[in-house]
């Protein structure tokens, strides 16, 4: 993991094509604007743990069902 420091409106490239921008701090909370590709998903880390979490439990219900077949 890399850590950076940035002022408001400075930004983080990631690759070519990702783009990072901080926009304000204030109490505590960072605003984040994110430049990227079409085909990249960009998420909260906690509606991506709820994602992934329900992709795991559909996974063992198809394979609950299919060992009831």
Sequence with gaps: ???L????????????????????????RVSLGIEAPPG??????EIWKRRA?????QAELMRFEAVEL
């Design 40 to 45: 990249i998903r960009i998420e909260r880390e």
């Design 53 to 57: 979490a329900a992709a795991v439990g």
């Design 5 to 28: 420091s940035r002022k408001p409106k400075e930004a983080i490239r990631v690759a070519d094509d990702i783009r990072i921008v901080v926009f304000r701090t204030s109490s505590g």
């Design 1 to 3: 993991m890399i850590v």
